[in-house]
């Protein structure tokens, strides 16, 4: 698919907020799928970086080889700018990319290909009081193409939140290879 046919349709998907006491960004529906969020709305959330592990330093077997731009909602960066804590009703948003061209006129680099998928991530009791720290991890990419799904249920325990577990540095969240979330963290007294 073009990019920009993607992006068209990306774009179009609406997010349907819920107005509810914990200020959620985000709707699951009775089968407990989260709704597909808008480029429009979380694109305007606090971006909090781009990690990239290529193919190409990771002998062509990388787990994750696209880059990841990742967004948090902005209630709930205030509140951890404020506390140090993801409240419940934390959304996470990673866009995949894929890495495009390795050369520009300021250098050779990676730099960001065609979108390819969206993933998010939730804290919520009320959804996930069973999930270990109430995180739930959703991918509305189809395997089979780039066309984004327009509903996705979360992923089982042990596909993401084991790895959170062992390897996150702050409540499930790799705030480690983010310093936005470490600069910000409990700052805003």
């Not at 290909?113 to 189809?142: C, D, M, Q, R, V």
Request: glycine share 6%; hydrophobic share 35%; net charge negative.
């Amino acid at each position: 698919m073009r990019t920009t046919s993607c992006h068209l349709m990306f774009s179009s998907m609406l997010l349907a907020f819920s107005a509810t006491a914990s200020n959620e960004n985000f709707t699951i529906n009775s089968n407990n799928e989260l709704q597909l969020l808008s480029a429009d709305e979380y694109r305007l959330w606090v971006y909090v970086g781009t990690p990239l592990t290529p193919n190409d330093m990771n002998n062509g077997k990388a787990a994750f080889p696209e880059f990841h731009n990742v967004y948090i909602d902005p209630e709930s960066f205030a509140h951890y700018e404020k506390t140090g804590e993801f409240p419940d009703g934390t959304i996470l948003v990673k866009e995949l990319v894929s890495v495009g061209p390795k050369a520009a006129v300021s250098g050779q680099g990676y730099f960001q290909g065609e979108f390819i998928g969206l993933e998010a991530t939730i804290k919520s009791k009320n959804y996930f009081p069973n999930e270990p720290g109430h995180w739930a991890y959703f991918s509305f990419t189809s395997p089979e193409s780039r066309k984004l799904n327009p509903m996705a249920k979360a992923f089982s325990t042990e596909s993401c939140n084991t790895c959170h577990a062992a390897a996150a540095q702050d409540d499930f969240v790799f705030t480690q290879y983010y310093p936005v979330l470490r600069d910000h963290k409990g700052k805003k007294k």
